[in-house]
């Protein structure tokens, strides 16, 4: 079946403005995980949704980040007021049950000028 | 939260040979992941190992939850193994729903 897929691919944006990321989960996994890669480093955990409701958003640095999931299945990440330190490679996972086995998408590059 | 240290943290082989990379992790988990991030960018799993020891091809894990370490092995390596090796466990101990969190990854490189 269809793995996670995240849209934009890449995303280039200058400081200042608004961004939206897409996350489309596989197809029945309850639990959705945003991570944020540097170049270099390992994926940092930002949010966990379980079905719509943020389980635990203790990982989003700050307000200019926002997650939702109404539907219970895709996602999107909203940064307002993008700040040059903001660029990344932002991953999306999914996993079938919560404390299961997580598949990771093929991330959204943000380059913020 | 738990850490994670990954050892080495590079690593360059020639085809054909064999090699181990370690995991260590600070409490008790109830959920370990390895994974192969290829030159791509692309996360892909490669084990689920709370415990115990899985195989899968040129591949093989082993996890000693009692002594928080795991370790994973590739046998006849080949230039597609090469990339970043990233361990990842649960950011808190005690089991439960839980983001990861992982370590510095092991960047392999395999020279043909």
């Known amino acids: 079946g269809a793995g996670v897929s995240q849209t934009p691919s890449n995303k280039v944006t200058e400081k200042g403005k608004y961004v939206e990321l897409r996350c489309d989960p596989i197809?029945?996994?309850?639990?959705l995980y945003w991570y944020r890669q540097s170049l270099g480093q390992g994926p940092e955990f930002l949010i966990y949704?379980?079905?719509?409701?943020?389980?635990?958003d203790s990982g989003l640095p700050n307000d200019r980040f926002f997650a939702v999931r109404p539907e219970g299945s895709v996602s999107t990440l909203k940064i307002q007021r993008t700040e040059r330190g903001d660029s990344a490679v932002y991953l999306c996972a999914s996993s079938a049950n919560p404390t299961g086995s997580q598949y990771f998408g093929p991330g959204t590059r943000l380059l913020v000028l | 939260g738990i850490q994670v240290e990954q050892s080495p943290p590079d690593l360059i082989l020639q085809e054909g040979a064999n090699s181990t990379l370690r995991c260590n992790f600070s409490d008790s988990v109830n959920n370990l992941q390895w994974f192969h991030q290829n030159p791509w960018g692309q996360l892909i799993n490669l084990f689920y190992i709370p415990s115990g020891t899985k195989q899968n091809g040129r591949l093989s894990a082993t996890t000693v939850a009692t002594e928080r370490y795991s370790l994973l092995y590739i046998s006849s390596s080949q230039t597609t193994d090469s990339g970043v090796y990233f361990c990842a466990a649960p950011r808190h101990s005690g089991g439960g729903a839980d983001g990861l969190t992982f370590g510095k990854g092991t960047h392999l490189i395999i020279q043909p």
């Open positions: 949704f379980q079905g719509t409701g943020a389980a635990d």
């Open positions: 197809s029945g996994h309850t639990a």
